[in-house]
C-alpha cells in the first residue's frame, strides 16, 4: 500500500508537467494565458504540500518553506498582470520584489536554529525582515536605471547561490528528525539554482507559453514529490546522530546566513543608495552581535546549571560526593592559611541494608531522602555542607567552628533523625545514624589523616551500639552522651 502510495506521489509533477506541454501546445494562440495558469499552479501547489507536510510534523522549517513559494507564485501572478491586463513598467517592481523576498523566510528556516530561545530567534526574524526590505530598496532603484538586467541576474544568482549553501551543508550536517526538511530544501535549492540559472543567463529573451516554462515547472515538482513522500526511516529515528565536528561549525556558524546575505545586499547596494548600503552594513553588524550576546548569556545559564547537576545527588537533591570533596579541599587549604575551625561528621544510616531486604529500594530511596532533608535543617548556616558521600553514608564540613559547636550540631542531627519516627527493618524499631566526628587542631597538616579520624569516629560509634555520636580529639575517643529513645519505639 505504501508503495503504491509513492508511485502515485511520484507520477503527479510528471503528470503536470504533461498536462502543462500538452495544453499550451494545443491553445496555440493562447499559450500564454494557459502557460501562466500553470505557472502560477506550479509553486502554488508545492506551497501546499509544504503546509500540508507542517501539519504533520510541525510548522518548523515547511511553514517558511510553504510561505516562500506562495510569495513566488505571487510574483507570477503579478507578473500575468503585468504583461496581460496592465502597463508591465508599473507592475514590474511589485512581481520582481516577490520573486526576490520568496528567499527570506527560506533563508530564516534554514539559517535560524530551531532550539534556540525565543528572543535569539526575533533577533534572526528582525534581520530576515531587514534583507526583506533591502531586497526592496535593491528592486525599486534597478526599477529606474537602465541596463538592469545583468544586476537583477546577478542579485538572483547570489541569492540562489546562499540559499543552495546553507540547505546543503544544513542537510550534510546530520539533521536527525529534520531530515525530510533538509532534504526536500536541498534537492529543491539546488535544482532551482540550476533552472533559475538558465532561465536567466539562456533563456531571459524568451517568450511566456513556450517549452522554457516547463523547465521553470521543475523544482516545484521536485518539492512536491519530497514534501507528500513520507519521511523515511532515519528521519523519524529517536536515536539522535552522533555528533561530528563538521556538524558542530554548521550548526555553530548557520546563524551567520541572514547578516552574510544582508551585507552582500548592502555592497549591491553602494552605486545606488550608499546611505542605505551602509545601514545594511550596520544592522547585519549589530544584530548579529546582538545575537552573539543572547546566545551567550545562555551558554553562561546553561554552564552554571550544568555546574550545579554535577554537585547535586540526584536521588536527594543535596550536594553530592564531588561538592563534598571539593569544599573539604578547599577549606582544608583555606584552614592552613588563617588557623580556622574545621570539623569533620561521617554519618551512617544504621541498619540500612536490612531496611532495604524489607521493604524494598524504593522504600529505602524515600528513608535517604528523609534522613538527608533533616541533616540538611541542622546545618543552615551557609558556610557549612551537608552531603551525600555514598550509599546510606552522609558527611558534613562545619567551617569556622568550635569543637563544642560542632558536637551540638551532631547530637542535633541526630536527635534529628530519630525523632522522624521512620519504620525501621526490626520490629517497631526506628530509623537512626550514628556519627563520627573529628576536629581539626593547629598541629593536623594530613587531610587523608583527618578524614580517617571521622571514619574511625564513625565504626567505633557503630560498635558502641549505634544511635550515637562519637567524637575524636586525640588519639583516644570520648562519647559525647545522646539522647534517650524515643517511648514509642526502639532505635534500629
Partial sequence: MRHASSTVTATLPILFLVAHAGTVAVARDRATEVSFAWLIAAPFLAGLACLHRSVKEGL?????????LLCWAGGMAATMVAMLYLDITTEERVSMLLYVLYGVPLIFALASPEDEKWQVRLVDAMLAAA????FYVYVNHLSNSPGKLPALQLMFD????????????????RPGARYGFFRAAMGYALTYLVCAGYMNHFEADSD???WPDLIVDLPFMLLIWLALTPALPRASSAVAPKPRKFARVVRAGSPLAIPLTLLTVSVLLVSFDPRMAISGCVAASLGYGLRTVLVQLRNFEEQDQLTRLSHVDALTGIPNRRRFDEVLQREWKRRDQV???????MIDIDHFKQLNDRFGHSVGDDRLRSVALALAECARRELDLVARHGGEEFAAVLIDVEPQDAAIVAERMRASVEGLLLPAAHGAGIVTISIGLVCAQIHDNDLAAFVSSADAALYDAKRNGRNQVVHRVAPALRVVKSGPPPRDGRAA
Avoid: C, K, Q, T
Fill in 158 to 173: 547570489i541569492e540562489n547561490g546562499y540559499i543552495a549553501l546553507f540547505a546543503v551543508m544544513r542537510f550534510l550536517a
Fill in 131 to 134: 534583507l526583506g526590505y533591502l
Fill in 339 to 345: 588557623r580556622g575551625r574545621l570539623a569533620l561528621l
Fill in 60 to 68: 518548523e522549517g515547511w511553514l517558511p518553506l510553504g510561505l516562500a
Fill in 208 to 210: 511566456y507559453g513556450s
